[in-house]
């Protein structure tokens, strides 16, 4: 009988950090963020709490009107509608690239493309902003040998957008080529044997069986490397810190700026709320679309 | 001309045999060359960070640029612990690592209840946990300082390993790894006397070795590379981390190219052995883990 008693509790013994670490740094600081989304709070708030005020929506309506946010939107956008479809089709072209040869040379390609996604952000931004150096980088130095003008990489608000994503891509092919693999190599052989048999050339099965049977894949890598790029916040930080004329401040650099170098605390929360909103929207959307199409 | 017309229709009947065969081969060496040739742009930036780690300070700003150092120096090495304080910077980023590990205990005890007991509200604590895995870095960024801040863990090392001890991701892992430990083998060490502390770190660990390795291993880049937590939490640079060291190094040292290489390559090569080493581990690590 005591033994029973023991074992009851015993669970709990053991999912109690994990659970209270949980609570107190995701579940409690939504609630938080809601709160102080309403209020004023700033430097001088954190220190005596009766110099916060409450506010209403104040906070969410002038958000909306700050023409740094809405630039941020913009550029979140930006690399959102270029960045997800050239992740998707870089990894996965690597990922069929990969699969489609025979002998073990092909394993070490796996090792090669993953490497990006593994090593410290902020050492990349640093070999790469020498890369783009417009004068001693090793890319205008290729681009002049070929005889081509030099590129302004990150001095131009366009191009700047377009070399963060560059990078974005590098350290993102890994993970997704990965679970693409993964994918691929559960596909059944009998299904390719029945297809050569009927004579399909291979295009054909790329087409009608590999692509159709990935779409489970293909939705998954969508729908986290789009969240990915909604709150992509590292790159542009540590590489542009948002420059030239916040041409890339995206929205969670928007937001990490506003909260700790103003300490605009209350400002900031009403931002990352309209961030978390449009993220879950988003994600249903997809998931809808999805189910719309899953009749075979 | 006309010998060639007359053997036509012979020919078709080796074609079938031969060619397909020599087609094939010709595409397994296109891709390759192909893949070959993608891997070299990928690997370009490593590479040339780690070759102008070595060049002097003068080398590095030549134009034309060299491919190889003309005099190999070790000289930007030294002066990440000479002139930064680079040795603190990595006292503090393994401690932050060895902590790391702290939470990879937790989140496998959390995953062995999970899989292996049965208790109230085992299903809804379990969707409270995946939940957590949907909440935006960036909402609870804010909250968590205003916690810690009331907490007075700001500017201390807990400030900055605890809000990232514990994680779902991890916890789910270990749950869907565990569930498939026998139930009668856990039973027979209890009959046998055996507290629960004990069947868990004598028996399950054991038995967890493969998700613990691929874990552990993702715990330990995650620890290196930890930069946005520490960079908020820390004002004092003692308790700076080799990538918060690094970023600082970039401000201050902009134009030395060879000096922030060489902190790149000292941040970045430790990982890419770890990784090759234990390569087979990680990317076997997702199929484990059932992410197909």
């Known amino acids: ?296 | 001309m006309k010998t060639n017309i007359m053997e036509r229709p012979t020919k078709p009947l080796h074609k079938p045999e031969a060619n397909p065969e020599r087609k094939s081969k010709a595409q397994q060496w296109l891709v390759g060359i192909i893949l070959a040739i993608g891997g070299l742009l990928v690997a370009i930036p490593f590479i040339w960070m780690i070759l102008s780690a070595f060049k002097t300070e003068s080398e590095v700003v030549q134009i034309p640029p060299t491919l190889f150092p003309n005099e190999f120096t070790m000289e930007n090495f030294q002066n990440l612990f000479k002139n930064m304080n680079f040795s603190v910077y990595l006292k503090n980023t393994i401690v932050i690592v060895l902590w790391s590990f702290v939470g990879l205990f937790l989140n496998a005890m959390a995953g062995y209840a999970f899989a292996k007991f049965e208790f109230r509200g085992r299903e809804k604590l379990f969707y409270l946990v995946l939940a957590t895995m949907m909440i935006p870095g960036q909402v609870t960024m804010i909250p968590v300082y205003l916690i810690l801040n009331e907490m007075n863990l700001t500017n201390t090392m807990a400030g900055i390993v605890l809000p990232s001890l514990v994680g779902a991701f991890g916890i789910f892992l270990f749950r869907q790894f565990m569930s498939t430990i026998p139930d009668e083998l856990l039973e027979a060490a209890r009959l046998d006397g055996a507290s629960e502390l004990r069947v868990f770190v004598q028996i399950v660990l054991p038995m967890s070795k493969p998700i613990i390795a691929v874990q552990g291993i993702l715990t330990f880049i995650a620890g290196w590379n930890s930069f946005l937590w520490p960079l908020i939490i820390a004002n004092d640079e003692s308790l700076y981390t080799l990538s918060v060291g690094l970023s600082l190094l970039k401000g201050q040292y902009g134009g030395n190219f060879a000096l922030q290489m060489a902190g790149s390559t000292f941040m970045v090569v430790p990982i890419i052995l770890i990784f090759i080493l234990f390569q087979k581990h990680i990317i076997d690590g997702y199929t484990i883990s059932g992410m197909k």
């Open chain 1, 1 to 296: 009988m005591k033994s029973y008693t023991a074992s009851k509790k015993t669970p709990y013994f053991f999912i109690a950090p994990a659970i209270l670490l949980l609570i107190l740094f995701s579940i409690f600081p939504i609630f938080v963020a809601l709160v102080i989304s309403f209020t004023d709070i700033d430097l001088a708030g954190l220190a005596d709490w009766t110099t916060i005020s409450f506010v209403g929506i104040e906070n969410y309506k002038e958000v909306v009107k700050d023409p740094i946010f809405l630039k941020s939107i913009f550029n979140t956008l930006f690399y959102v509608v270029f960045g997800v479809p050239l992740v998707i089709i870089c990894s996965l072209g690597i990922a069929l690239l990969i699969n489609f040869g025979k002998s073990r040379i092909f394993k070490a390609f796996r090792v090669v493309f993953y490497m990006p996604s593994i090593t410290n952000v902020v050492a990349v931004a640093v070999v790469w902003t020498y890369l783009y150096n417009p004068n001693l980088g090793l890319f205008n130095y290729i681009l002049n040998l070929l005889h081509l003008p030099s590129v302004p990489w990150l001095q131009d608000p366009v191009m700047a957008k377009v070399s963060l994503i560059a990078l974005a891509l590098w350290r993102a092919i890994g993970v997704n080529m990965i679970i693409f693999l993964a994918a691929l190599q559960g596909i059944p052989k009998t299904y390719y044997e029945a297809a050569q048999l009927d004579g399909a050339n291979g295009w054909k099965q790329l087409t009608k069986i590999t692509l159709p049977l990935l779409r489970y894949a293909i939705f998954f890598v969508s729908i986290t490397t789009m969240i990915g790029w909604l709150q992509f916040f590292e790159e542009p930080f540590v590489i542009t810190n948002g420059g030239p004329l916040d041409s890339t401040t995206s929205v969670a650099l928007f937001i990490y700026r506003n909260g700790f170098q103003l300490s605009n605390f209350g400002y900031a929360a009403a931002g990352s709320f309209i961030l978390f909103i449009a993220i879950i929207i988003i994600t249903m959307v997809q998931f809808k679309f999805q189910n719309k199409n899953t009749d075979y």
